[in-house]
């Protein structure tokens, strides 16, 4: 049983800043990418940021020079600093991983993809 657990989100005004952690938790063997997306209401869900395992880091134009993505791979969390923020920025937040665990049932290391379950940001005066 694997779970993502995201936290850090809140209300904050324009211009501040936040901080987003997602804890990954369960029988993991090693975690591949992991990586935050995004969703406003009436919108469909977008890539903020991704990292690899080896701390490689892709960014969407609309956050590169704002967010920053990071890693502690001894804790299988991942973590998104936000600065700058915009009310455009206003969406709930979902972290993802690229988890490698063993099947019991394969005998073998598998590799599947799982989602956190959200956390709201809200960018308002």
């Known amino acids: 049983q694997v779970q993502l657990v995201e936290s850090g989100g809140g209300l904050v005004q324009p211009g501040g800043s936040l901080r987003l952690s997602c804890a990954a938790s369960g029988s993991i063997f090693s975690i591949n990418g992991m990586g935050w997306h995004r969703q406003a209401p009436g919108k469909q869900r977008e890539l903020v940021a991704a990292i690899t395992s080896g701390g490689t880091t892709t960014y969407a134009d609309f956050v590169k020079g704002r967010f920053t993505i990071s890693r502690d791979n001894a804790k299988n969390t991942v973590y998104l600093q936000t600065n700058y923020l915009k009310p455009d920025d206003t969406a709930v937040y979902y972290c993802?991983?690229?988890?490698?665990?063993?099947?019991?049932?394969?005998?073998?290391?598998?590799?599947?993809?799982?989602w956190g379950q959200g956390t709201q940001v809200t960018v308002s005066s």
């Open positions: 993802d991983a690229d988890i490698v665990l063993y099947s019991e049932s394969r005998r073998m290391l598998v590799e599947n993809h799982y």
